[in-house]
């Protein structure tokens, strides 16, 4: 059995041209020369790949890398090892990034998983439905009536494209998801599993048994948002769930609907949002949090793991735990049940 590189690099740059790329200063007297063929973490490279520290935990290990050049800070550019080019940046991390997008660019969004040019056979395109030029879709993709894409855009194997829904130029829906009620802005990323635009949870609730509210908004996603697998976003009951410019959303995911969230937010994983609350701009939420309805969480706030979220967040705050509440106040609910737990003598009494 052969063992595949999935991701093979679309160019092999130079130091000079990934230094003009990233802004990255050469130590004094590197060969820029050197081409570049690959990418690799500090313990695993060879000659002719590059790497980054980013991370101080990871410090110690960056004297041993045998890679050509490692993008690094200032204040570790003494511990790159001789024989490897120093490349010096504020942000390696960033400027790593920038590297792989150059090198990589089919690892940036999904593409077509069947080489597909244009309309795969097995795809089914709607007749009203109107394609621009450059649209990929893959076998089994259903596209509705009335859907319009935009030129660049890939359509995976096996998704659904509702009618009437539009999505912008050079975006990306991954296989198996479906998209229905929404409309999509530019460079819109929507990996594999995806759920976009399905009903909310509406149910008028009672002794006479639970009657369902129709869901009649829908759901608005602005240009380079990113959705990741097995994600769920439902649309609106009676006005729209929007999902903001530059907004980043980890896989599994729940966002309910009539949610606002504001732009360049970030989401992580499992994180469950309930319907009509409103993120300002900038928000961090951390990997399983949970968030009532109805709530405002102010521009800048972040909120840590497994943050059970029941009352708005002042713009800029730090909050955490659960129920949720200020950083230090968690912090000091903490240290308050761990010196009960010990107990007066100073012994931790638990079984």
């Given at each position: 059995?052969?063992?595949?590189?999935?991701?093979?690099?679309?160019?092999?740059?130079?130091?000079?041209?990934?230094?003009e790329?990233?802004?990255?200063?050469p130590?004094?007297?590197?060969?820029?020369?050197?081409?570049?063929?690959?990418?690799?973490?500090?313990?695993?490279?060879?000659?002719?790949?590059?790497v980054?520290?980013?991370?101080?935990?990871?410090?110690?290990?960056?004297?041993?890398?045998?890679a050509s050049?490692?993008?690094v800070?200032?204040?570790?550019?003494p511990?790159?090892?001789?024989?490897?080019?120093?490349?010096?940046?504020?942000?390696?991390?960033?400027?790593?990034?920038?590297?792989?997008?150059?090198?990589?660019?089919?690892?940036?969004?999904?593409?077509?998983?069947?080489?597909?040019?244009?309309?795969?056979?097995?795809?089914?395109?709607?007749?009203?439905?109107?394609?621009?030029?450059?649209?990929?879709v893959?076998?089994?993709?259903?596209i509705?009536?009335?859907?319009?894409?935009?030129?660049?855009?890939?359509?995976?194997?096996?998704?659904?494209?509702?009618?009437?829904?539009q999505i912008?130029?050079?975006?990306?829906?991954?296989?198996?998801?479906?998209?229905?009620?929404?409309?999509?802005?530019?460079?819109?990323?929507?990996?594999?599993g995806?759920?976009?635009g399905?009903?909310?949870?509406?149910?008028?609730?009672?002794?006479?048994?639970?009657?369902k509210?129709?869901?009649?908004?829908?759901?608005?996603?602005q240009n380079?948002v990113?959705?990741?697998?097995?994600?769920?976003?439902?649309?609106?009951?009676?006005r729209?769930?929007?999902?903001?410019?530059?907004?980043?959303?980890?896989?599994?995911?729940?966002?309910?609907?009539?949610?606002?969230?504001?732009?360049?937010?970030?989401?992580?994983?499992?994180?469950?949002i309930?319907?009509?609350?409103?993120l300002?701009?900038?928000?961090?939420?951390?990997?399983?949090?949970?968030?009532?309805?109805?709530?405002k969480?102010?521009?800048?706030?972040?909120?840590?793991?497994?943050?059970?979220?029941?009352?708005?967040?002042?713009?800029?705050?730090?909050?955490?735990?659960?129920?949720?509440?200020?950083?230090?106040?968690?912090?000091?609910?903490v240290?308050?049940?761990e010196?009960?737990?010990?107990?007066?003598?100073?012994?931790?009494?638990?079984?």
């Open positions: 059995m052969n063992d595949p590189d999935f991701f093979r690099p679309a160019l092999t740059p130079s130091l000079a041209e990934i230094a790329w990233t802004g990255a200063r130590n004094e007297g590197a060969d820029v020369s050197i081409r570049i063929n690959g990418v690799a973490p500090l313990d695993h490279a060879v000659p002719g790949q590059l980054f520290l980013d991370n101080p935990k990871y410090a110690d290990t960056l004297g041993a890398t045998r050049a490692c993008l800070a200032a204040r570790y550019a511990r790159v090892p001789a024989g490897v080019v120093a490349l010096v940046t504020p942000q390696p991390y960033r400027a790593f990034g920038v590297v792989l997008q150059k090198m990589y660019p089919d690892a940036v969004r999904p593409m077509s998983l069947f080489g597909t040019v244009g309309i795969a056979p097995g795809a089914i395109v709607h007749p009203k439905a109107r394609l621009e030029e450059d649209v990929t893959d076998p089994g993709a259903v509705g009536p009335d859907a319009c894409i935009g030129s660049g855009s890939v359509i995976g194997p096996n998704c659904v494209i509702g009618p009437g829904v912008g130029r050079q975006s990306s829906v991954g296989a198996g998801a479906t998209v229905i009620n929404a409309l999509l802005g530019d460079r819109v990323i929507i990996h594999p995806a759920r976009i399905q009903d909310g949870f509406g149910f008028a609730m009672g002794p006479q048994g639970h009657l509210i129709p869901q009649v908004g829908r759901v608005i996603i380079d990113e959705i990741g697998a097995n994600s769920t976003i439902d649309r609106g009951a009676n729209d769930t929007v999902i903001g410019e530059g907004s980043k959303i980890d896989n599994l995911v729940q966002i309910g609907h009539n949610v606002v969230i504001g732009r360049h937010c970030v989401i992580v994983s499992q994180t469950g309930s319907g009509s609350t409103e300002g701009d900038f928000v961090a939420i951390g990997g399983q949090g949970g968030l009532t309805g109805h709530l969480i102010g521009q800048g706030a972040q909120i840590a793991a497994q943050s059970g979220v029941m009352n708005d967040i002042p713009a800029g705050e730090r909050w955490g735990g659960a129920p949720a509440r200020p950083m230090r106040a968690w912090f000091r609910s240290a308050a049940l010196r009960l737990a010990k107990g007066p003598g100073g012994e931790n009494k638990g079984g």
